[in-house]
């Protein structure tokens, strides 16, 4: 019965049933911390089709940049931006043209502690002492978002001081979930299952879009586990995986 599950999956992704140990291959991929968790069910259901085994590993997108630059041993990269795929294929330590959008991130304001959190962030207006958890802007696009929408609502200057920045959009969040924060700018991928009223969904149109690029990395160049792994995330089932975790698909 698992037998026919597994070849069942392999013939969605559209590569056969999983090969023998000789065929089967490892992908190291370097995932920015707001997709951790569906870059969990991706790998189970890209295992289980074709047998390669995928390694994660998280952090900031900046971190993994800043890793990858100085040799880290990573096939893949899935950025939560555009810019660091696109600024290492221009230094010959990716591989050209095969940089995709494989999502694209939603920006929440989330407040657990709270009756509710109000649209248009009132509460940040409401609690004017109440500390605000963001990534860190410099090295993690959810963060650089959070400034913007900030910006937006009139509230660069007087939310300065109450910022609290995590190293990447994952400890942003449970500087919320601790209460340490009680208002944090976090991925809407990361509270998808909490209930509506803990948090407000910001407008896309209040930042810039967060278009999360994948690309394969030089080293990887020939090994075709990674370059399974980048095709299985352009196919359908993976998108409709993507899309359930709160992501918007391309």
């Known amino acids: 019965m698992r037998g026919s599950r597994v070849a069942g999956l392999a013939v969605l992704l559209g590569c056969g049933a999983p090969g023998t140990d000789a065929q089967r291959g490892e992908v190291r991929v370097a995932v920015a911390a707001n997709f951790a968790d569906a870059q969990a069910r991706l790998a189970n259901v890209f295992t289980a089709g074709t047998g390669h085994r995928v390694?994660?590993?998280?952090?900031?997108?900046g971190q993994l940049y800043a890793q990858i630059r100085n040799g880290a041993p990573f096939d893949v990269f899935l950025s939560a931006d555009a810019e660091r795929p696109a600024q290492l294929e221009r230094d010959s330590l990716a591989v050209p043209g095969t940089r995709f959008v494989y999502a694209e991130g939603r920006l929440v304001l989330y407040g657990p502690g709270l009756d509710s959190v109000r649209d248009g962030g009132a509460d940040l207006g409401a609690l004017p002492s109440a500390a605000i958890a963001i990534a860190n802007p410099g090295i993690a696009p959810y963060g650089a978002a959070a400034l913007q929408v900030l910006a937006r609502?009139?509230?660069?200057?007087s939310a300065e001081s109450r910022l609290v920045r995590g190293e990447n959009i994952a400890q942003a969040y449970q500087f919320v979930e601790t209460r340490a924060a009680p208002l944090g700018f976090v991925a809407l991928s990361l509270v998808r299952d909490k209930p509506a009223r803990t948090y407000w969904l910001v407008p896309a149109a209040y930042h810039d879009a967060i278009a999360q690029e994948a690309v394969l990395l030089e080293r990887a160049r020939s090994n075709p586990a990674a370059r399974a792994y980048l095709a299985f995330l352009r196919g359908d089932v993976a998108r409709r995986v993507i899309a359930s975790f709160g992501y918007d698909t391309r």
Do not use: E
């Open 55 to 61: 390694i994660a590993s998280l952090g900031s997108t």
């Open 153 to 157: 609502l009139g509230l660069s200057q």
